[in-house]
């Protein structure tokens, strides 16, 4: 998944982690390392199966430009885990991101 980096990104990130908790799907994100953000701490600290840091920044195909931010590759994986590494329950899943995350 590589989603709009705008306004709705955090219910980009949302919808790929429920879609692994809930779905038992396996996600692979390509998303702005925006370590500082709501969605950050509530979706990807606590529940990435993986977090992969790119080195420099992503550039796609023959454009003369690179992005501005650094990026990452986060992975949701159909086992979903808290923290701690136990697994989640599925009342225990995070509600869906709205556009004021």
Same mark, same amino acid.
């Given at each position: 998944?590589? #989603?709009?980096?705008?306004? /709705?990104?955090?219910?980009? *990130?949302?919808?790929?982690? &429920?879609? !692994?908790?809930? +779905?038992?799907?396996?996600? *692979?994100?390509? %998303?702005? /390392? $925006? =370590?500082?953000?709501?969605?950050?701490?509530?979706?990807? %600290? #606590?529940?990435?199966?993986?977090? &992969?840091?790119? &080195?420099? &920044?992503?550039? +796609?195909?023959?454009?003369?430009?690179? !992005?501005? +931010? #650094?990026? *990452?590759? *986060?992975? +949701? /994986?159909?086992?979903? $885990?808290?923290? =701690?590494?136990?697994?989640?329950?599925?009342?225990?899943?995070?509600? #869906? !991101?709205? %556009? =004021?995350?």
């Amino acid at each position: 998944m590589n #989603p709009p980096y705008g306004k /709705a990104l955090p219910q980009w *990130v949302s919808k790929a982690y &429920r879609s !692994a908790c809930i +779905f038992g799907a396996t996600v *692979v994100c390509l %998303l702005p /390392a $925006r =370590t500082d953000t709501a969605w950050w701490h509530d979706y990807v %600290l #606590p529940y990435a199966a993986e977090i &992969r840091y790119l &080195r420099g &920044r992503v550039q +796609f195909g023959g454009a003369s430009n690179s !992005a501005p +931010f #650094p990026s *990452v590759i *986060v992975v +949701f /994986a159909p086992a979903c $885990r808290t923290a =701690t590494g136990e697994p989640t329950e599925h009342a225990e899943i995070a509600p #869906p !991101a709205t %556009l =004021t995350d």
